[in-house]
């Protein structure tokens, strides 16, 4: 299907990118555009206007932050995934990050690209949930830190909005006594995650606190499994069964949303039985 008409302007700065957004209700931004082209083939989205920001060397850095990291929202996914500063202070945001699609896509998608596009099957999403992270969004009144945990609000759809952009992302340091995992199921290598998740926990007395679980494609948005926190923080034989208690999972050709809760018990298990193999 080809495209409708729109217009293309490459943004040069960050001011210029905000300033092109403001011109037009329904302008959007191409970064790596793997998330954005699908839907102007299909015509799902009908912009009269494109914005290139694909050429902002300024938002594409991953920064010491003091007792978190910065990681600029044009990053690419290869970038944050072999990070020698995520490696060492947050690798299961490089590990995460190492695991979406493939090469190619590695080397075109963007984080922001990928958080701004709010897809609930997307990786970065729940690790970032998990991680209790925060978002920067610009606009022409400024810029907002918005938590992750209040970012994303349905499918396809964030607290970001329309004519404002994503600039950073952040991410609190691990320790030593941090344990975490990232497990996903998917049909094959290249497909979104059936069902995802991420753990992170802090080591304490023999078992762990401060548990957090976050769930791929178990809802209109990233989930927490707070039942499975409960039971893994407790130090229950099975926190994977307690895993989709609270979610609404989809039904669609990747599975059935009974069969996605079943996924979910299991690979909260797999990925608690990963994390703590780091301890």
Same mark, same amino acid.
């Given at each position: 299907m080809?495209p409708?008409?729109?217009? $293309?302007?490459? #943004? ?10 403001g011109?037009?209700?329904d302008?959007?931004l ?5 998330s !954005?082209?699908p ?5 799902v989205?009908r ?5 290139d ?7 594409? $850095?991953?920064?010491? %932050?003091?007792d978190?990291?910065a990681?600029?929202?044009? /990053?690419?996914?290869h970038?944050v =995934?072999?990070s020698p500063?995520?490696?060492e202070h947050?690798?299961?945001?490089? $590990?995460?990050?190492g695991?979406i699609g ?7 998608g963007?984080?922001?690209?990928? !958080?701004a ?8 999403? @729940?690790?970032l ?10 606009? %022409?009144a400024g810029?907002?830190e918005v938590?992750?945990?209040d970012f ?5 759809d964030?607290a =970001?909005?329309?004519q404002?952009?994503v600039?950073?992302?952040r ?9 975490w ?7 094959r290598?290249?497909d979104?995650?059936t069902?995802?998740v991420? #753990?992170v ?6 078992g762990? #606190?401060?548990p957090?679980?976050a769930l791929?494609?178990m809802g209109? /948005?990233p989930l927490?499994?707070p @039942?499975?926190? @409960? @039971?893994?923080a =407790?130090?229950h034989t099975?926190?994977g069964a307690?895993a989709?208690?609270?979610t609404?999972?989809p039904?669609d ?5 009974? $069969?996605r809760?079943?996924?979910?018990r299991? !690979?909260v298990?797999? %990925?608690?039985?990963k =994390?703590e193999?780091?301890?």
């Amino acid at each position: 299907m080809i495209p409708a008409p729109f217009d $293309y302007e490459v #943004a040069e700065s960050l001011g210029h990118a905000l300033s092109l957004l403001g011109e037009r209700e329904d302008a959007k931004l191409l970064a790596g555009g793997h998330s !954005l082209l699908p839907l102007l083939r299909l015509r799902v989205t009908r912009p009269s206007l494109l914005i290139d920001i694909g050429r902002l060397e300024e938002l594409s $850095y991953v920064r010491d %932050a003091g007792d978190s990291i910065a990681i600029g929202a044009l /990053t690419r996914h290869h970038n944050v =995934a072999t990070s020698p500063l995520l490696q060492e202070h947050n690798p299961l945001v490089s $590990y995460a990050a190492g695991l979406i699609g493939d090469p190619q896509v590695r080397h075109r998608g963007t984080i922001g690209g990928s !958080l701004a596009h709010g897809d609930p099957a997307s990786d970065l999403p @729940a690790v970032l949930l998990a991680l209790e992270g925060g978002v920067d969004v610009a606009g %022409a009144a400024g810029v907002r830190e918005v938590a992750a945990a209040d970012f994303f609000r349905g499918v396809f759809d964030t607290a =970001a909005e329309p004519q404002e952009m994503v600039t950073e992302v952040r991410v609190p340091k691990l320790t030593s006594e941090h344990v975490w995992s990232y497990v996903k199921f998917r049909r094959r290598a290249q497909d979104w995650a059936t069902v995802g998740v991420a #753990a992170v926990a802090r080591r304490s007395n023999g078992g762990v #606190a401060d548990p957090a679980i976050a769930l791929v494609s178990m809802g209109a /948005t990233p989930l927490r499994a707070p @039942a499975a926190e @409960a @039971a893994w923080a =407790a130090g229950h034989t099975d926190p994977g069964a307690t895993a989709d208690e609270g979610t609404e999972p989809p039904s669609d050709t990747n599975g059935s949303a009974e $069969y996605r809760r079943h996924l979910a018990r299991v !690979l909260v298990r797999r %990925a608690l039985e990963k =994390a703590e193999s780091r301890g």
